[in-house]
């Protein structure tokens, strides 16, 4: 599974920007899909992830700013960002686990960057 993630840049405090992670190859395996962040000298984070069911689960941080969505029909994951703060700002990375045979897999994009002026 390839991921490819992009959408990042810089925005006010305040402002919105969406995160897109196109998915391609191994599809049918895949059972979750994930936004993680890392802030610079802070361990990386789950921010929101997005199961085969639509159930969606968000940190409690970004709950009710940030909104993950699957667009199934071209392979591309979400991440619409209102209302942004500057403790949002880090590299965004796109996230996915599936299982393929008896083995669990998780696949990473490269990151991409928000940062959040004040």
């Known amino acids: 599974v390839q991921l490819q993630a992009s959408g990042g840049g810089l925005v006010q405090a305040g402002g919105r920007l969406t995160l897109y992670c196109a998915y391609s190859?191994?599809?049918?395996?895949?059972?979750?899909l994930n936004w993680y962040r890392q802030a610079p000298d802070k361990q990386r984070e789950l921010v929101a992830s997005?199961?085969?069911?639509?159930?969606?689960k968000y940190l409690d941080s970004v709950k009710g700013r940030f909104t993950i969505s699957d667009d199934n029909a071209n392979h591309i994951l979400l991440l619409r960002m209102d209302n942004l703060k500057p403790e949002d700002t880090g590299l965004y990375y796109c996230?996915?686990?599936?299982?393929?045979?008896?083995?669990?897999?998780?696949?990473w994009g490269q990151g991409t960057l928000v940062t959040v002026s004040s």
């Open positions: 997005i199961d085969n069911d639509q159930n969606r």
């Open positions: 190859g191994a599809i049918s395996t895949l059972e979750q």
């Open positions: 996230n996915a686990e599936g299982v393929m045979g008896h083995s669990r897999h998780n696949y």
